[in-house]
């Protein structure tokens, strides 16, 4: 499930009421800039059981087998201090002792999903998602962590499919995407490959454990069996896949060891277990975490500090299984709640031998912005495409109010400012008249003053293929009642009719609350420029 982080603000319903028409109160972005958080309600989400192993979409054979040890026995050491290490090659290239390489991960995520519905029973639905991917970290931060990551994806099945959603090419087989992690907020993703990445696949990938970061989970000290610690919050983001946590309410334990039967190799069983805030509810999580080490005895310390019980245990974790239930609200009016349970199992295999060309180095951060790094959004009808910034994102919503097809909405929040263009296409010539009724009908029905700006047809030098007409005007909502002196927050918006040279035409309205207005105009008509109608590949994935 993906839900945006939302709260109430009047100014901001007023205006997604303008632009939408719907019940489904959207304006949080406003206001989650300002650092305002949705109060989280307690005691909502019950902890679920740690899950089996889920069985393979492709069958037995169609994951990688864990480096995990096989055949083991229970260890008991109650005396030993275990000091657990997942190291990677420095940057320039040097091996530290115990470092990974390349390794190759399958991950299947079961997610069931229950919505609240206005009337009737609620809704529920079941989607399994499998993915089978090769990953090496290629950059780390100052501390040792790893900030960015090259991935080349053998497999991605999901049931049961979602035709709308995985338009052309099916969805991250044969893919090569680099992505740079950043803290507190979604990771920039771009494609190393011959196209670009879709919305459906940044929002599988961003959504997913974060492999190369489950160090981040690891104790910070040496622990004993029995031993406990507070999962940092960077560790609980990576391994829910939601840099929306907050806190480290997260426990880690270190419940078992156990030997290989037949080899040297150790395993530490780690829980991790309790409930946190996340970016659209309360999280309730129960993991099991596998770590294989193969164990030394630490050099004598220069400084004369004794090391006698203490165990070096450098290897990696290889292999997660997580329930997780998240509750919360839906957005919009009234007390309707969801509640999302992901079931997700996590196989790594260690040192695996894949040519460099096949992960090539991290881009630099240049190749994270701009055109390079824009993701490709279809239209469910198949009638128009877009491309569009990683910061701009679709907003998904519930059956409460879907947008119609041939539609799509895209919001983003940044330092106190909220963005949203909506698209739509319309399957008949439009006029300038189309677009100054369509803009009339929503500003009459919100009773507020409109402040008209310039209007007219655009130089049809800077846009190829289209002839776009643009109505310039703003509004001043107030924040609370109807009094003028309140505050209130002014937002720009600009109305488009573009044409295409096909019996069809398109309507969009971008607005804004910042003040960086004429940077605003730039970005939207860049990605309206992208429109495509009838776009050729634009049939569902087989």
């Known amino acids: 499930m993906r839900l945006p982080r939302l709260f109430r603000n009047s100014s901001t319903d007023r205006v997604r009421d303008l632009f939408l028409g719907s019940t489904l109160a959207i304006g949080a972005f406003v206001v989650e800039a300002k650092g305002q958080t949705p109060p989280v309600p307690k005691n909502q989400a019950t902890a679920p059981?740690?899950?089996?192993?889920?069985?393979?979409?492709?069958?037995?054979?169609?994951?990688?087998?864990?480096?995990?040890?096989?055949?083991?026995?229970?260890?008991?050491?109650l005396a030993n201090r275990y000091r657990f290490v997942e190291r990677y090659p420095r940057e320039d290239g040097r091996e530290l002792p115990g470092s990974l390489g390349a390794y190759r991960v399958g991950l299947i995520e079961v997610i069931k999903d229950v919505l609240d519905q206005p009337q009737g029973a609620p809704r529920r639905s079941e989607s399994t998602r499998q993915s089978v991917f090769i990953e090496r970290a290629t950059e780390q931060s100052g501390l040792g962590g790893v900030i960015g990551s090259v991935r080349f994806f053998e497999r991605y099945l999901t049931k049961p499919e979602d035709p709308a959603r995985m338009m052309g090419a099916r969805p991250l087989d044969g893919l090569t995407l680099a992505t740079r992690y950043r803290s507190g907020d979604w990771p920039m993703l771009t494609s190393l490959a011959d196209r670009k990445a879709t919305d459906y696949e940044y929002?599988?990938?961003?959504?997913?454990?974060?492999?190369?970061?489950?160090?981040?989970?690891?104790?910070?000290?040496?622990?004993?069996?029995?031993?406990?610690?507070?999962?940092?919050?960077?560790?609980?983001?990576?391994?829910?896949?939601?840099?929306?946590?907050?806190?480290?309410?997260?426990?880690?334990?270190?419940?078992?060891?156990?030997?290989?039967?037949?080899g040297p190799r150790l395993l530490a069983v780690f829980g991790i277990t309790g409930r946190t805030p996340t970016s659209i509810g309360e999280s309730a999580v129960n993991a099991e975490v596998f770590f294989t080490f193969q164990p030394e005895v630490p050099p004598a310390n220069p400084l004369g500090r004794t090391t006698e019980g203490l165990v070096d245990a450098r290897g990696a974790v290889t292999e997660v299984r997580m329930a997780r239930t998240?509750?919360?609200?839906?957005?919009?009016?009234?007390?309707?709640?969801?509640?999302?349970?992901?079931?997700?199992?996590?196989?790594?295999?260690?040192?695996?031998?894949?040519?460099?060309?096949?992960?090539?180095?991290?881009?630099?951060?240049?190749?994270?912005?701009?055109?390079?790094?824009?993701?490709?959004?279809?239209?469910?009808?198949?009638?128009?495409?877009?491309?569009?910034?990683?910061?701009?994102?679709?907003?998904?919503?519930?059956?409460?109010?879907?947008?119609?097809?041939?539609?799509?909405?895209?919001?983003?929040?940044?330092?106190?400012?909220?963005?949203?263009?909506?698209?739509?296409?319309?399957?008949?010539?439009?006029?300038?008249?189309?677009?100054?009724a369509k803009l009339a009908a929503k500003t009459s029905q919100m009773k507020l003053e409109v402040i008209k700006g310039e209007e007219g047809w655009l130089p049809e030098a800077d846009w190829p293929n289209q002839k776009v007409y643009r109505i310039e005007a703003a509004v001043q909502v107030p924040d609370a009642g109807d009094n003028p002196s309140s505050r209130s927050t002014r937002f720009h918006f600009d109305g488009y009719l573009i044409q295409t040279g096909q019996a069809a035409g398109l309507l969009a309205i971008a607005t804004t609350s910042g003040e960086a207005i004429a940077t605003y105009r730039r970005e939207v008509e860049q990605i309206l420029k992208t429109i495509q109608v009838d776009p050729p590949g634009a049939s569902v994935a087989k």
């Open 326 to 436: 998240t509750t919360g609200p839906l957005p919009g009016p009234g007390r309707l709640r969801f509640q999302s349970t992901r079931e997700v199992t996590m196989q790594r295999q260690l040192n695996v031998d894949v040519p460099a060309t096949s992960l090539p180095k991290l881009p630099p951060p240049s190749k994270f912005e701009g055109a390079d790094a824009s993701l490709v959004w279809f239209d469910s009808s198949k009638r128009f495409r877009l491309e569009h910034p990683q910061d701009l994102l679709p907003l998904e919503r519930p059956a409460l109010a879907p947008l119609e097809p041939g539609s799509v909405a895209l919001a983003r929040t940044r330092r106190q400012v909220a963005d949203l263009i909506q698209v739509d296409f319309v399957g008949k010539a439009l006029g300038p008249d189309d677009l100054k």
């Open 203 to 262: 929002e599988v990938l961003t959504r997913q454990m974060v492999v190369s970061q489950l160090p981040l989970i690891l104790p910070g000290q040496a622990v004993r069996i029995g031993d406990s610690w507070r999962v940092p919050r960077r560790g609980a983001q990576a391994l829910l896949g939601d840099p929306g946590v907050k806190g480290d309410s997260l426990v880690g334990k270190f419940n078992e060891l156990r030997k290989e039967i037949d």
């Open 49 to 77: 059981a740690v899950p089996t192993p889920a069985a393979a979409l492709g069958g037995e054979n169609d994951l990688p087998v864990s480096s995990t040890p096989g055949k083991m026995a229970k260890l008991v050491d």
